[in-house]
């Protein structure tokens, strides 16, 4: 571990910056794809205690409550008007929830026969003043002038077969899963980046950059191109791409226990917090 990692610490302050910049890029990606064109729903992004409630079309990723807890506690008639706006749709209400959040939300939505379905890990890093290496195996590109279908349809693949192992309360269907990437890719000050291992795309991952913080999202790796440092080769790129924006943090989100934060705390990411994630089914 790091030194950075082994001081690296998150209060109420930090954890809400990165809640804002959360909230920004799903509210961001529910007005983009409303935008492409999507007209057989209705999509919302409404604001609540300082976060947002969003639905992006049935099945969507982007359906979810995010970023409550750090600007007040939502009222119970706040919290009816939303889950009556997921009822209208046939949406469960899912609540992303930081545990550095206001308690009280928490027992409001227990009470309220929300149930815990999972947690989702935000970990981070200081990238001011440090160097990242270069693969000598992976080559990565930006890859944002390039046309959006290699790279979508490689980080799309790649998140089609997950190597974890470990199970998960949400499946998405290809073609759900590819326009909420896309949508995702064209939100804000975001990038794309393409690996290639013998001038094959191997992988895609993205970055963006919001307050000073560099998210680092969608990274998937094709199956054949597995165990070849595809994911270390993305990470250390868009690492070096926030240090040269200057950014003061680095975050990424992960499953608990996954490849994905082994290969983060092993560049020197810490955790930050976690997201419980609060589910309620339409009545």
């Not at 979810?64 to 469960?92: H, N």
């Not at 949400?170 to 909420?180: G, K, N, Q, T």
Request: aromatic letters at 6%.
């Amino acid at each position: 571990m790091s030194e950075d990692a082994a001081t690296l610490f998150c209060d109420t302050g930090m954890a809400a910056r990165i809640e804002r910049m959360e909230t920004d890029a799903i509210t961001g990606g529910v007005s983009t794809g409303l935008r492409r064109g999507k007209v057989e729903f209705t999509g919302f992004a409404h604001e609540i205690a300082g976060g947002a409630a969003c639905f992006a079309g049935p099945g969507s990723p982007l359906n979810k409550v995010v970023g409550v807890g750090f600007a007040g506690v939502p009222t119970a008639a706040q919290w009816e008007a939303v889950e009556q706006a997921y009822a209208e749709v046939g949406t469960p209400v899912q609540v992303e929830l930081a545990h550095l959040a206001d308690p009280r939300i928490g027992a409001d939505l227990t009470a309220r026969g929300y149930r815990l379905a999972s947690f989702e890990n935000v970990l981070g890093l200081r990238p001011r003043g440090r160097s990242w290496p270069t693969s000598q195996s992976v080559e990565v590109r930006r890859d944002d002038e390039n046309g959006l279908d290699t790279w979508l349809d490689t980080v799309v693949d790649g998140f089609a077969h997950p190597d974890d192992g470990l199970s998960t309360h949400e499946e998405f269907p290809r073609d759900i899963l590819a326009a909420v990437i896309r949508d995702l890719a064209a939100t804000g000050d975001t990038h794309r980046y393409l690996a290639y291992r013998d001038s094959i795309p191997a992988g895609g991952a993205s970055l963006r950059i919001s307050d000073g913080i560099a998210a680092l999202a969608g990274a998937a790796t094709l199956p054949a191109h597995r165990r070849h440092g595809v994911q270390t080769a993305l990470l250390s790129a868009r690492l070096g791409a926030a240090a040269a924006a200057d950014c003061d943090l680095a975050v990424v989100t992960t499953e608990p226990g996954s490849k994905s934060q082994k290969n983060s705390q092993a560049q020197g990411f810490a955790l930050l917090y976690t997201r419980a994630v609060l589910v309620k089914d339409p009545a």
